[in-house]
């Protein structure tokens, strides 16, 4: 790895943990004050209402990348 890219890798790691801790911090406290059914319940729901927004995001993205890989090689 060039020198120049070392930096890039420690703001990186830190931003990628900091949004990692994010998304999983609702899932820690509801372990923490409720029980472990409730933290299934909740879970369960985000999952199921994440589907369609996972569902939309893939489909534009796949759609966008073949849109620019033809760009590029014209």
């Known amino acids: 790895m060039p020198k120049r890219y070392r930096t890039f890798l420690k703001y990186s790691v830190l931003a990628i943990l ?3 801790l994010s998304q999983h911090l609702i899932s820690i406290l509801i372990s ?7 933290l299934g319940f909740y879970s369960l729901m985000q999952r199921l209402l994440g589907m369609p927004s ?4 893939s489909s534009i993205g796949q759609v966008f990348l073949t849109s620019e890989s ?3 090689q014209l």
């Open 32 to 38: 923490s004050l409720f029980n472990i059914i409730t």
């Open 18 to 20: 900091f949004n990692n």
């Open 70 to 72: 033809r760009k590029k």
């Open 54 to 57: 996972t569902l939309i995001g």
